[in-house]
């Protein structure tokens, strides 16, 4: 008897675990794995100014090869809970479609794993040829901090070494096999402040108006792309988020001019190179004006799993099920496998996720059952 994956599904949807929150989810899949034979370990991370997290980490096997799920049991709140078709905790299914928050981000997914873990457990007398294991966060819908980059230095100081990971989240734009994501673009944001003299705006000659120059940087930056992109990334972009002054009057020339914006770059840069990119080029338009520019802290560097053999197995995988060719692709916001990368290669598969995050997230139980057969079938031929 295959493991029932709609079962598991539905009890981790009725865990109410917002972030922070545990929810009772990381308690229900710790009891399945370790009564599977893994062993479990629920390590709490805290730091000053930020809640104490739950996080899970289980193994089971000797050797290599390793492979390690990767996941979090964390959702995002289930806003005006009024206007759900099905309660967003209940764990409904209703013509043949899972409804909750969650569904497909991403405790369907870890429902598909553990699923697929016990269905290749019983098939090989309980043990992997090599090791299998999980990491789940409860800390990845939030700020991250208490969650997965923690739990890999966590597992790393205790000598836990893996090969290759499977990150579940949701992946695919419109059906089930049409994409895996093996790499991500880095994300960094910054503020050019543009420093002037304040003056009387009848008088321009005796004030300098920072307006002038921002607006003439801004063009500037705008008008140049970084780069032309590369085999597996789009050209990375900078947008403009925000240009602001502040100034209430109607007669004052302003002291100082901001303008906000996010770079979503590829692997042709890492922040630092970026950085100097971007203030070399604000210098050149600056003709003389007084400029710094405020980088924020950021732990998202752009990074690829160059295609090699683990990603052309999870891409024949996937074809074999569903038939579809799926698209390599690093498009979207950053994920935890921005952490994940430093320890080991990563791919990330899911659900389909365009239900995300919205009112009445769902999936259909056709798409667990297949996730499931895939994630089983990557056992199979990873461990041989
Ligand atoms: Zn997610």
Redesign the pocket.
């Given at each position: 008897m295959p493991a029932d994956v709609v079962a598991i599904a539905r009890d981790l949807l009725r865990c109410p675990s917002v972030t922070p929150a545990e929810g009772g989810a990381l308690a229900l899949v710790a009891d399945i794995l370790s009564r599977a034979g893994f062993t479990v370990e629920r390590p709490v991370f805290s730091e000053p100014g930020h809640a104490a997290v739950q996080n899970l980490h289980a193994r089971i096997g000797h050797g290599g090869p390793h492979l390690v799920f990767a996941g979090?049991t964390d959702v995002v709140p289930p806003g005006d809970e009024a206007q759900w078709t099905h309660p967003p905790f209940a764990g409904d299914v209703a013509d043949g479609v899972l409804y909750g928050r969650g569904a497909v981000?991403?405790k369907g997914a870890v429902a598909c794993a553990l699923a697929a873990a016990l269905d290749h457990l019983a098939a090989n007398g309980g043990r992997p040829k090599g090791t299998l294991s999980f990491l789940l966060t409860g800390d990845?819908?939030g700020v991250a901090v208490n969650g997965s980059v923690k739990l890999l230095k966590w597992a790393a100081e205790r000598g836990e070494k893996f090969d290759h990971c499977i990150l579940g989240?949701p992946t695919n734009p419109e059906t089930l096999g049409d994409m895996i994501k093996i790499g991500r673009r880095g994300s960094q944001n910054g503020t050019l402040v543009v420093t002037g003299t304040q003056g009387h705006v009848a008088y321009p000659h005796l004030a300098d108006n920072p307006v002038r120059s921002v607006v003439r940087m801004v063009a500037a930056l705008l008008a140049e792309p970084l780069d032309a992109g590369t085999d597996h990334f789009d050209p990375s972009n900078l947008e403009f988020t925000s240009i602001d002054v502040g100034n209430k009057t109607v007669n004052v020339i302003p002291a100082e001019a901001r303008a906000r914006f996010n770079i979503r770059f590829n692997d042709l840069h890492t922040q630092g190179s970026l950085r100097a990119l971007i203030e070399a080029r604000a210098a050149a338009a600056a003709q003389g004006a007084r400029f710094r520019i405020d980088w924020e802290p950021s732990n998202a560097e752009a990074f690829l799993t160059a295609p090699g053999p683990f990603v052309t197995l999870v891409g024949d995988v996937i074809t074999s099920v569903t038939g579809r060719q799926a698209e390599l692709s690093t498009s979207g916001g950053t994920s935890d496998a921005r952490f994940i990368k430093n320890y080991c290669p990563v791919v990330e598969f899911g659900l389909v996720n365009a239900s995300m995050h919205g009112i009445d997230e769902r999936v259909p139980v056709a798409d667990l059952i297949a996730l499931t057969a895939i994630y089983r079938e990557i056992f199979v031929r990873y461990f041989g």
């Open positions: 979090h981000d991403m990845e819908e989240e």
